[in-house]
T-cell receptor, first 112, second 114 residues
Framework: KAGVTQTPRYLIKTRGQQVTLSCSPI?????VSWYQQTPGQGLQFLFE???????NKGNFPGRFSGRQFSNSRSEMNVSTLELGDSALYLC???????????FGQGTRLTVV | TQLLEQSPQFLSIQEGENLTVYCNSS?????LQWYRQEPGEGPVLLVT?????EVKKLKRLTFQFGDARKDSSLHITAAQPGDTGLYLC??????????????FGQGTTLQVKP
């Protein structure tokens, strides 16, 4: 079974731009969640989707948004990028509610 | 506040030594997971513990979930250089407001020297 696939692996963007990150979950997994990892804050929850519905959202500004498609693939978008948005963005898929989370390799976003 | 305090933050030991990493909280978790992460990669799931008092073994790694489901530990016996990495504990709280939301500890960076 293929694992969680995140694209792209690396991104460099300029302040003020917007970015879209993609995540393909493990086949059959309908829950997809997103996390931001930084050296100072560790891993912080962004949001979780199940069957195209956002069920939970972390404490991030409205510039961070996401969606899930009918095939369970998910995207997250960050608008008006700030330097502090530089981080490793991780996607995880779960077979069911609050079960084992399997992570992708992440997208390293650098904002300059 | 739903926090997971992980200790120690850094650990540098010689090959063959034993070590324990702790993960503590003041609140109850419905389940707790341990991950290992290499630089620039995503966390890799090692184990999930669900029942209070549960002990799981994975080769030289032993995981324990506290009786009250508020704490957990990871013990590595005879550490090897290949064990080097960032170890993370993460848990789910019960309740609708916690759906799909893993709370992570700050991580323990382990370095095992040959």
């Amino acid at each position: 079974k293929a694992g969680v696939t995140q694209t792209p692996r690396y991104l460099i963007k300029t302040r003020g731009q917007q970015v879209t990150l993609s995540c393909s979950p493990i086949s059959g997994h309908r829950s997809v969640s997103w996390y931001q990892q930084t050296p100072g804050q560790g891993l912080q929850f962004l949001f979780e989707y199940f069957s195209e519905t956002q069920r939970n959202k972390g404490n991030f500004p409205g510039r961070f948004s996401g969606r899930q498609f009918s095939n369970s693939r998910s995207e997250m978008n960050v608008s008006t990028l700030e330097l502090g948005d530089s981080a490793l963005y991780l996607c995880a898929s779960c077979p069911g509610p609050n079960t084992e989370a399997f992570f992708g390799q992440g997208t390293r976003l650098t904002v300059v | 506040t739903q926090l997971l305090e992980q200790s120690p933050q850094f650990l540098s030991i010689q090959e063959g030594e034993n070590l324990t990493v702790y993960c503590n909280s003041s609140s109850v978790f419905s389940s707790l997971q341990w991950y290992r992460q290499e630089p620039g990669e995503g966390p890799v799931l090692l184990v999930t513990v669900v029942t209070g008092g549960e002990v799981k073994k994975l080769k030289r790694l032993t995981f324990q979930f506290g009786d009250a489901r508020k704490d957990s530990s990871l013990h590595i016996t005879a550490a090897q250089p290949g064990d080097t990495g960032l170890y993370l504990c993460a848990g789910y709280h019960s309740g609708s407001g916690n759906t799909g939301k893993l709370i992570f500890g700050q991580g323990t960076t382990l370095q095992v020297k040959p």
